[in-house]
C-alpha cells in the first residue's frame, strides 16, 4: 500500500508565500516522478509543477518565476512566492512509483491541502 499526504496549505495574503510538502510512504521500490497539481472550485484539475528522478523539473507558464519544485528521496516540496488570488485552489500531490519493483509505474494522489490567498 503506497500513501501520499500532503501538508503546508492554508491562509495567505496577496504577494506572501507557503511550503507545501509531501511525503510517500508504503512499498516504494521506486519513483519515476513527482508533482503537483492544483484543482480550483469549477474547474478541472491542472499540473502545476513536476519533478522526475534525475531532478528534470517543468512549470505551468501561470507559476513560472514564483513557484518551484524540489525533491528529496520520497518527498516533494513547492516553494510558493508572490502569491496570487487566482492561485487559490486545492492542492494535490502525485507520485508515478513502481511499488513492487516490476517496472511498472502507477500513479499516486494524495488527499489535497487547500491553499487560499485572499487579503
Known amino acids: 500500500q503506497v500513501q501520499l499526504v500532503e501538508s503546508g496549505g492554508g491562509l495567505v495574503q496577496p504577494g506572501g508565500s507557503l511550503r507545501l510538502s509531501c511525503v510517500a510512504s508504503?512499498?516504494?521500490?521506486?519513483?519515476?516522478?513527482m508533482g503537483w497539481y492544483r484543482q480550483a472550485p469549477g474547474k478541472e484539475r491542472d499540473l502545476v509543477a513536476t519533478?522526475?528522478?534525475?531532478?528534470r523539473t517543468d512549470y505551468a507558464d501561470s507559476v513560472k518565476g514564483r513557484f518551484t519544485i524540489s525533491k528529496d528521496n520520497a518527498k516533494v516540496y513547492l516553494q510558493m512566492n508572490s502569491l496570487k488570488p487566482e492561485d487559490t485552489a486545492v492542492y494535490y500531490c502525485?507520485?508515478?512509483?513502481?511499488?513492487?519493483?516490476?517496472?511498472?509505474?502507477?500513479?499516486?494522489w494524495g488527499q489535497g491541502t487547500q491553499v487560499t490567498v485572499s487579503s
Open positions: 502525485k507520485g508515478q512509483l513502481d511499488h513492487y519493483g516490476g517496472g511498472h509505474y502507477y500513479d499516486y
Open positions: 508504503g512499498s516504494i521500490f521506486s519513483i519515476n516522478s
Open positions: 519533478i522526475t528522478g534525475n531532478g
